[in-house]
T-cell receptor, first 112, second 114 residues
Framework: QQPVQSPQAVILREGEDAVINCSSS?????VHWYRQKHGEAPVFLMI?????EQKGHDKISASFNEKKQQSSLYLTASQLSYSGTYFC?????????????FGPGTSLSVIP | DSGVTQTPKHLITATGQRVTLRCSPR?????VYWYQQSLDQGLQFLIQ???????AKGNILERFSAQQFPDLHSELNLSSLELGDSALYFC?????????????FGQGTRLTVV
């Protein structure tokens, strides 16, 4: 049931863009995105509820393709503060919609 | 500050011992989740409680148990501890309803088993 994330890790220079993908083998009710700095608590970025929905704030946005059971997180013009591990969390339709299962994470490092 | 409080922040204990981790959810949140994060690993879902009742279970070992009390705080009990249980344990809370909402994470309890 754990979603799959790709890539596992990415290194960017400041100002570059990145895309992190999340996919599930099960039909999804929602997709959540969180960022975690080393040793700290995960911090909520956004949640997507409907197929085709796109959300964003600042230069971080995400899309949700319900038919393909996939979501992508877009980071544009990356800043040093974007460094961290990004987790997608999914709620599967066939189980309790309250249960959020996280992917293994994508490590993002932004260098000057 | 997420509003979720976890205590203690750090815990060092010997193998075979038993410990209790505590979580106070955000005011008004009925759902509490426990996750385990081993060194540089992902967030493994352990268990969820909703308004005092167990709602969903993940990969939680039989040596582990949890409960949610009437005041909605939750405790995760880990017994017969092994070296491999060393990890960061996060609690998260959510306001439950008919629409999916964000989860707020506490700062975690770092457990070291020696």
């Amino acid at each position: 049931q754990q979603p799959v994330q790709s890539p596992q890790a990415v290194i960017l220079r400041e100002g570059e863009d990145a895309v992190i993908n999340c996919s599930s083998s099960k039909a999804l009710y929602s997709v959540h995105w969180y960022r975690q700095k080393h040793g700290e608590a995960p911090v909520f970025l956004m949640i997507l509820l409907k197929g085709g929905e796109q959300k964003g704030h600042d230069k971080i946005s995400a899309s949700f393709n319900e038919k393909k059971q996939q979501s992508s997180l877009y980071l544009t013009a990356s800043q040093l503060s974007y460094s961290g591990t990004y987790f997608c969390g999914t709620e599967i339709k066939e189980t309790s919609y309250d249960k959020v299962i996280f992917g293994p994470g994508t490590s993002l490092s932004v260098i000057p | 500050d997420s509003g979720v409080t976890q205590t203690p922040k750090h815990l060092i204990t010997a193998t075979g011992q038993r410990v209790t981790l505590r979580c106070s959810p955000r005011s008004g949140d009925l759902s509490v989740y426990w996750y385990q994060q081993s060194l540089d690993q992902g967030l493994q879902f352990l268990i969820q409680y909703y308004n005092g009742e167990e709602r969903a279970k993940g990969n939680i070992l039989e040596r582990f148990s949890a409960q949610q009390f009437p005041d909605l705080h939750s405790e995760l009990n880990l017994s017969s501890l092994e070296l491999g249980d060393s990890a960061l344990y996060f609690c998260a809370s959510r306001a439950s309803g008919t629409v999916s909402t964000e989860a707020f994470f506490g700062q975690g309890t770092r457990l070291t088993v020696v």
